[in-house]
Nanobody, 129 residues
Framework: QVQLVESGGGLVESGGSLRLSCTAS????????IAWFRQAPGKVREGVSC????????YYTNSVKDRFTISRDNAKDTVYLQMNSLKPEDTAVYYC??????????????????????WGQGTQVTVSS
């Protein structure tokens, strides 16, 4: 069974840190670009960060630059999102997603497109002020 399972969400105070994990099963991540999206209450889902499988290049939406870091461990088929200096506006449900690398033209374009081959179920991140 193909699936992505996220973990690591929770409640944290403003300025704190969390690390989200997303583990793939039923397939290997080697040839997939990876991404984290989020959806806050009453808002559309947005691409937070993406990473190419070809060269490891990354994209971050402006609001998380220098605070969030996307990474992968292909040996464990796991994707991570390290989130530091969290702010209340980071509160959202966070989803990991993957797409076959050959399907994307530019990383940034994919990161804002919300297209994916597989999605995780989402994990809640709440940042208190």
């Amino acid at each position: 069974q193909v699936q992505l399972v996220e973990s690591g969400g929770g409640l944290v105070e403003s300025g704190g840190s969390l690390r989200l994990s997303c583990t793939a099963s039923g397939f290997t991540l080697d040839y997939y670009a990876i991404a984290w999206f989020r959806q806050a209450p009453g808002k559309v889902r947005e691409g937070v960060s993406c990473q190419s499988s070809r060269d490891g290049s990354t994209y971050y939406t402006n609001s998380v630059k220098d605070r969030f870091t996307i990474s992968r461990d292909n040996a464990k088929d796991t994707v991570y999102l390290q989130m530091n200096s969290l702010k209340p506006e980071d509160t959202a449900v966070y989803y990991c997603a993957v797409i076959a690398q050959w399907k994307i033209t530019t990383l940034q374009r994919w990161c804002i497109s919300e297209e994916a081959d597989y999605w995780g179920q989402g994990t809640q991140v709440t940042v208190s002020s």
